[in-house]
């Protein structure tokens, strides 16, 4: 690691950023990819949501997030027009592009422009969308659009109990960086939030694992992998 810079005074500190100029924040347009596209939410989405979430086995899909499982449409619904048309957080559905349905959820949230700061948050992917392309696709679009926009930082967090979030996070190649303990309250219980984040210095090279894995040459006949993700994602890392 390189020394860190000084000032007049002798005392460390951070690198100079001459040309920072903050981006703009994220607009409220569709990402297309080769499986999904995902698109700002609207209520209109409502009933197909829902519908995808009920085919879901139980309610563990609910257990890590501050609201659900949802007993009717119309309780989603309300839910949905009460809390996901903001601007902060933005959220956005994932639309598979075999059968053109909404299959899952995910938001841009604390958007901080001022600092090129911003997280994802809010993911929450039906049955159909669980392990597939499609939800690997949609993560790496709103990677994409986050750096392409200017962005310094990405940053996943979820309750430090939550292993499949946490897994996940590591093999889209979020870095970890610590537990922050007694951070909130939910659902009258306590949450320790595990901190990962994804830096724009680190995006190019993760880019391309992400390229090389969504490629279709990367799956056989029976569409298993040929090389997983998080291998091309450490090995990004570590270059």
């Not at 409502?46 to 501050?66: S, V």
């Not at 933005?90 to 075999?98: G, M, P, T, Y």
Request: net charge neutral; charged share 25%; with cysteine.
């Amino acid at each position: 690691m390189p020394s860190p810079r000084m000032n007049a005074l002798g005392q460390p500190i951070g690198t100079a950023l001459p040309a920072w100029t903050p981006p703009a924040r994220p607009p409220r347009a569709p990402m297309p990819g080769r499986y999904c596209r995902v698109e700002p939410m609207d209520e209109g989405f409502a009933g197909e949501l829902h519908a995808a979430n009920t085919r879901a086995a139980d309610a563990r899909g609910w257990t890590y997030l501050p609201y659900g499982p949802f007993s009717n449409e119309d309780e989603y619904r309300a839910w949905l027009v009460a809390h996901c048309l903001t601007d902060d957080p933005l959220f956005h559905v994932v639309i598979d592009e075999v059968t053109g349905r909404a299959t899952g959820v995910a938001a841009f949230m604390r958007i901080q422009p001022a600092s090129g700061a911003i997280e994802v948050g809010h993911i929450h992917l039906s049955p159909a969308l669980r392990r597939t392309r499609a939800a690997t696709e949609a993560m790496c679009l709103m990677m994409a659009r986050v750096f392409d926009l200017g962005y310094r930082r990405y940053e996943w967090k979820c309750d430090a109990l939550n292993a499949p979030s946490r897994a996940a996070a590591e093999r889209l190649g979020f870095a970890f960086e610590g537990v922050f303990r007694q951070a909130t309250v939910y659902k009258g219980r306590n949450r320790d939030t595990a901190w990962y984040s994804m830096i724009d210095a680190e995006w190019p090279v993760l880019a391309r694992a992400f390229e090389v894995w969504l490629d279709p040459a990367n799956f056989d006949d029976d569409r298993r992998q040929r090389v997983r993700l998080s291998e091309l994602t450490r090995r990004a890392r570590d270059e």
